[in-house]
């Protein structure tokens, strides 16, 4: 291919006595006697400046072939004023499919690119002890770009690159550099990216778009992209463009750039891809840059110390701190006031992840403000939905428990917090304290014990925060867990003298630490004794200053004394020689029943430690019109196929008019490839709603999918067309209709029919009459 271009300066015409609009662009295979036109610019169309590419024919693709830029005239009068700038004519036998930039030596990749690099220079910069290529200017009138030549692109090919921005000084977001590619020549250009965040629906996963900020790009970071499939070409070129900037600021840098079909497994992200073969991080190796020795399964973090690069590459908008004085749960937080994502690095995974929520707001955010909690399990280059956290009005301090689905479960498997858009600082707040992330709770001993004479057994205790080990009251008893400020055998305040200030409790938790019970309730007979006390009489799990008690105690444990604000004087408080000895594993997912708390006989079609794995694959398809036996659903009740309702599709449907409980539950469904579900929904008026949910955990907890509200105004039939939620799309997906009471009386009835879950968006649904 063949190909003649003329720069950004394209044709300017600005004086309005012109003899003949237009500039003639020809080309000549005799040396000039002849000459034959490849197009006609017109004056209207090029006012401002463009690019203008043009494709050469077979008789121009010649070795002696001349071209000529030339704007007839018909006499002596003024002609407007035209300027070319920076004009290219690159003959290309082959469009190459691999392109590597790494800029050690300037000019030596010079063919990969389209020669517009606006205000660039290759040298050592930024830390860098290689050339790159760097990308400033004091012009403002001007964009800074480096734009590449056409590449074919196929399915397998994917770019890497390093960026640095800013060379570490902030600039605002309208400052950033956009990765964009064109299929035509440069005529248009599309994000290699586009955002995607909430409320939108219809992209794989939410994800940022390819325009990077100097906020997490201060230093050089590798960034790999998938590419769209619309990129897919013969011919594909790439730039890298910053419209706006600062004079003489804000400059940018690029290096090791790299397009090609993609190393195994794309280095799992923890790579350089070099000739097809990976060149690993520190750390990871092989031929896909795997973890070299296994990385840590269990993380606790209470934010009460400086954060370690190793474990948290990436933190943007945080501080730790307090609210106003108060700690969320212990110590300090993690308060996310500016651009807010908290990366965590690899960990190797099986189980859980717990943290403790704040939201504050002033006034009612949008959708796109949610918090995304994602996790990555090829480095970082993309990102799957864990969770998303909206809230319309404040919150209390929540306590949130994930178990990790099983595609996160790997060997090295990084998580974030994200939240695309807020409305700053003042206006919108959030916090997280307490966060762990636990891939071994299910190998975990059933026995406790700890005599702290070598400090605390870090494997037995998630927090203590306030706590040290050592030497405490004048027993001097070495190895005490000791609390100051801020048997089991315990001593609180280290006196005799008994008192009532700042107790500590002894607790449990069957919740993963969402709520606290008190151990031991208060039993003390009486006319109306306590359902959680038998036929003895005791104390609570309380102890109070100037009490010294070993209680026989066998469930998660807190000894927990309280919030206290600096300049308190609580009294203090120790433990010793801890034993814990002999609930299933996430409950046996809905899909057993749990025996002695050690392990899950599983359902008929489940099976596996925890019972999640189908031992047959679900139904992947569901689509009933009632007319014979409803077999595709677990639960019907309160309705029954009928023929009434006479407005509904000819046979029978699903109609509900009976008192009770009026659900309908589905079997089991593989819905991970999931678009659409579509339902023909009538309800002859009723007050009540009807929830359409769905559940991922076999009926253990259900997530609202949508709620039909209905009005004189909507009795009518109408076919229901609903996207599938990311979080809904698992190979175990239940779904279930239902009809709220409080007293199991209803004001009218509701039919559905031809329920049906779709594999394509792209399917057609027909009108209604």
């Known amino acids: 291919m063949s190909q003649v271009g003329s720069g950004l300066g394209g044709c300017l015409f600005s004086d309005s006595n012109i003899t003949r609009n237009c500039v003639v662009v020809q080309f000549s295979t005799n040396n000039g006697v002849q000459w034959q036109v490849l197009r006609e610019l017109d004056f209207s169309s090029l006012l401002e400046p463009q690019v203008v590419t043009i494709e050469l024919p077979p008789p121009a693709k010649t070795p002696y072939t001349v071209f000529r830029w030339w704007q007839p005239q018909q006499g002596l009068s003024a002609t407007p004023q035209n300027i070319m700038q920076t004009m290219f004519l690159k003959a290309v036998k082959l469009t190459t499919r691999v392109f590597s930039s790494f800029f050690i030596l300037a000019g030596k990749h010079s063919a990969h690119w389209y020669g517009r690099c606006m205000w660039f220079k290759v040298l050592v910069y930024m830390q860098k002890k290689t050339k790159i290529l760097m990308l400033s200017s004091i012009f403002t009138e001007k964009p800074r770009y480096a734009e590449s030549w056409d590449f074919e692109v196929t399915g397998s090919s994917f770019l890497q690159f390093e960026l640095s921005m800013g060379c570490s000084k902030s600039t605002s977001f309208s400052h950033g550099v956009r990765l964009e590619y064109s299929t035509d020549c440069g005529r248009h250009w599309s994000l290699i990216t586009p955002e995607c965040v909430p409320p939108a629906i219809g992209c794989a996963g939410y994800t940022q778009s390819s325009i990077y900020t100097s906020t997490q790009y201060k230093r050089w970071k590798r960034i790999t992209v998938y590419l769209p499939s619309a990129a897919n070409s013969p011919r594909t070129r790439f730039r890298w463009i910053q419209t706006h900037f600062t004079p003489g600021a804000e400059g940018w840098a690029l290096d090791n750039v790299l397009l090609a079909p993609g190393c195994p497994w794309m280095c799992s992200g923890h790579g350089l891809c070099d ?35 190793e474990t948290w590459p990436e933190v943007y908008g945080a501080e730790r701190g307090t609210l106003s004085g108060e700690p969320l749960k212990s110590g300090t937080a993690l308060i996310f006031k500016g651009v807010r994502v908290l990366d965590k690095c690899r960990n190797h995974l099986k189980d859980e992840l717990l943290f403790s929520f704040k939201f504050i707001t002033k006034g009612v955010p949008e959708r796109s403000h949610s918090v995304l909690l994602q996790y990555s399990v090829n480095g970082g280059i993309s990102w799957l939905l864990l969770d998303e956290f909206y809230f319309p009005s404040s919150t209390d301090c929540l306590f949130l428990h994930l178990p990790l689905p099983t595609s996160a479960q790997t060997n090295a498997t990084r998580f974030r917090l994200w939240q695309p858009y807020n409305s700053g600082k003042k206006e919108e707040v959030w916090v997280i304290d307490d ?12 026995v406790l014990i700890d005599s702290f004479e070598e400090g605390p057994n870090e494997s037995n205790w998630l927090f203590y925060p306030g706590g040290n080990t050592g030497l405490y009251c004048p027993y001097q008893k070495s190895g005490f867990l000791r609390y100051s400020n801020s048997k089991p055998n315990i001593n609180v305040g280290c006196t005799t003298e008994s008192s009532s200030a700042h107790p500590v409790r002894l607790e449990f938790s069957r919740d993963f630490g969402a709520t606290w019970h008190l151990l031991v309730p208060m039993c003390a007979g009486g006319p109306q004794p306590s359902s959680l006390c038998s036929t003895e009489l005791h ?68 099976s596996g430690p925890d019972c999640s794995a189908p031992e047959t694959p679900n139904p992947d398809f569901l689509k009933d019109d009632f007319e014979v036996d409803t077999e595709h659903f677990r639960l019907l009740s309160g309705g029954k196929p009928s023929r009434k309702c006479g407005i509904m599709s000819s046979g029978n449907h699903l109609f509900f008019s009976e008192d009770g409980l009026r659900m309908l539950v589905t ?42 509200l209905f009005s004189n105004s909507s009795n009518q039939a109408r076919l229901v067309a609903l996207e ?46």
Request: aromatic share 12%; net charge negative.
């Open 275 to 309: 000739n097809g073969r990976c060149v690993c991080d520190k750390g990871y190796g092989g031929a896909h840059c795997v973890p070299l020795a296994p990385l840590p399964s269990l993380l606790r973090e209470d934010f009460n110390e400086n954060l370690q690069q």
């Open 667 to 708: 079997n089991d469904l593989d819905l991970s490839n999931t678009s659409i579900f579509d339902v023909l929904f009538h309800v002859v008026v009723d007050l009540d709603p009807v929830m359409l949910q769905f559940s991922v955990d076999g009926g253990l907890t259900w997530g609202l999918l949508q709620e039909f």
């Open 435 to 446: 966060l762990i992330i636990d891939g071994s709770s299910t190998h975990n001993p059933p």
């Open 539 to 606: 104390p609570a799990s309380i102890y109070f200053p100037g009490t010294t008690q070993a209680p026989h105690v066998s469930i998660r444990f807190r000894w927990y004394q309280g919030f206290f604000s600096a300049g308190s004087n609580p009294p203090t408080w120790a433990i010793d020689n801890v034993y814990i000895g002999p609930q299933c594993h996430d409950m046996c997912n809905g899909h057993g029943a749990c025996v002695g708390g050690s392990h899950c006989v599983c359902d008929p079609g489940y």
């Open 724 to 769: 599938i939620p990311l979080r809904a799309r698992t190979s175990s997906t239940r779904l279930r209709w239902w009809q709220p009471s409080e007293n199991g009386h209803f004001f009218s009835p509701w039919v559905i029919d031809q329920s049906c879950r779709k594999k394509h968006i792209e399917h057609k649904f027909k009108n209604l009459r």
